[in-house]
DNA sequence: TCTGGGGTCCTAGGACCC
DNA sequence: TCTGGGGTCCTAGGACCC
């Protein structure tokens, strides 16, 4: 019998800034997207007071003023290595498991011997990241991986469960019948609304409804949906994750650009930024897209526009991609706009030297390629930004805000935490 | 004043082929 | 008035995820 566990982080990006920060423990405390925008981790405690989760800072800046809540910028480099240890820690459990976000893994439990209890294991999991690693997490154990999801929903909204469900098909129906089925992996917005309109609230009724119904209303993506409700899995763990198929790098400005010289720098920093994770990948881009746009939510005159520039040959080489990035941005400017959003997506990502140029091209120079590895490591050892192309901007007024950063703790000398004994 | 970033998958529709 | 059928490939856009 195939049986997954869905190992899921509570509220993980707080998580992490209370492993070096104990004093953030039994606090409210909100983490913030890129650039301070939203929030996009929430306390226990801040969730209670009504912070919703995705909603913006300034919206709230009353609440998190009155009641003193305690507000990060993200720090992606501390989440990443403290993601890594989660996962070291739950591969003593399965030799199977799937990575599947910064905060959650799928383990394959199958091979479970009949006898075992499920949510003893679970219990124990739970138990070993917490005293290993320090974070919190919930356990969902089902079927599928989409039972699997919805056990850990479960597990997360009901302290009685004390973090570990496990849907067992004689309570099945009965759990399933008391969860809103927007809750199911896969149903989003506009798949909610389809459903909520022929009737179908809960996710039993979800696992009810008739699968040609759901190919109709949702595609084949809601059809397997069902399927898995209905514990036939359409998806396995994905244990070899297939290279990156595209690699983008947008921001919002930290304020509207409005030169035209400053956007070149933006766009170039981005090309730059997208051309080193490709040869950190060691992949090749054929296909380059650069787009800017004016705020979407405010009252500016709006505008957007994007270009897609096929490379003569593929490549990795920031000089030529910042290039053609510039190329494409000189034919969608316009002047006179309040540009608050700008990015750079490579597709048609292949493994490094393997693309197929095109006939009278000349090979990529091996040249290019020992400039671009002088610089990677010199940015490597000395820290990002040491060396780069002046295009990118000496200035860059317009880089993203981070006011409220914690420290690099886990990745930068001059951070680490001190104790004293 | 201030609203994230980076991915995947699926489908429709046009271009093109025989 | 009548004007094939079936296939592939490509891209844009919509939907979802965390």
């Known amino acids: 019998m195939p049986l997954f566990a869905l190992v899921d982080c509570n509220n993980f990006y707080v998580s992490c800034e209370r492993l070096f920060d104990p004093k953030l423990e039994g606090r409210a405390v909100i ?23 995705g909603v913006p800072l300034f919206k709230i800046k009353d609440l998190v003023a009155s009641q003193q809540v305690v507000v990060r910028s993200s720090n992606y480099a ?28 799928f383990l394959d439990l199958s091979d479970l011997p009949l006898d075992a209890d499920p949510v003893a294991l679970g219990t124990a999991m739970r138990a070993t990241v917490l005293q290993w690693v320090g974070i919190p997490t919930c356990v969902g154990i089902g079927p599928t991986k989409t039972l699997a999801k919805l056990a850990n929903h479960i597990a997360k909204t009901n302290p009685s469960m004390k973090g570990v469900c496990h849907l067992r098909a004689e309570r099945l129906d009965a759990m399933l019948a008391a969860v809103n089925v927007k809750e ?45 409700l209905n514990g036939i899995a359409c998806s396995d763990l994905d244990l070899h994750p297939k290279p990156k198929q595209a690699t983008a790098v947008t921001r919002s400005f930290g304020k509207p650009v409005t030169a035209y010289r400053e956007m070149e720098e933006a766009v170039s920093f981005y090309a730059a930024r997208a051309g080193e994770k490709l040869r950190k990948a060691r992949q090749d881009c054929g296909y380059i897209s650069v787009f800017i746009r004016t705020n979407v939510f405010n009252k500016d005159p709006k505008y957007s526009a994007s270009r897609s520039i096929r490379l003569p040959v593929p490549g990795n080489d920031s000089r030529m991609l910042i290039h053609y990035a510039l190329h494409g941005l000189e034919s969608i400017w ?50 990002r930004g040491t060396v780069y192309q002046a295009v990118t901007g000496i200035k860059r007024d317009w880089s993203l805000r981070a006011e409220y950063r914690s420290p690099h703790y886990t990745n930068r000398w001059t951070d680490l935490p001190k104790v004293r004994c």
Request: contains cysteine; glycine residues 10%; charged residues 20%.
């Open 31 to 53: 983490v913030l997207s890129n650039n301070d925008g939203c929030a996009v981790s929430r306390s226990a405690e801040a969730k209670a007071m009504g912070i919703k989760m």
């Open 334 to 383: 316009r002047e006179g706009y309040r540009y608050a959003k700008a990015g750079v997506i490579l597709n048609e990502l292949v493994p490094e030297g393997t693309g197929q140029g095109q006939l009278f091209q000349p090979a990529p120079s091996g040249q290019s390629s020992a400039m671009m590895q002088v610089m990677d490591q010199l940015n490597k050892r000395m820290g």
């Open 184 to 228: 199911v992996w896969g149903i989003g917005g506009s798949y909610l609304e389809r459903l909520n309109a022929i009737g179908v609230q809960t996710a039993l009724d979800l696992k009810r409804l008739d699968p040609v119904r759901a190919r109709e209303l949702l595609t084949v993506v809601g059809q397997r949906t069902v399927q898995e």
């Open 78 to 105: 501390l989440y990443g290595d403290i993601s890594a240890r989660v996962d070291a820690a739950l591969s003593q459990f399965s030799p199977r498991i799937e990575n599947y976000s910064i905060d959650e893994s």
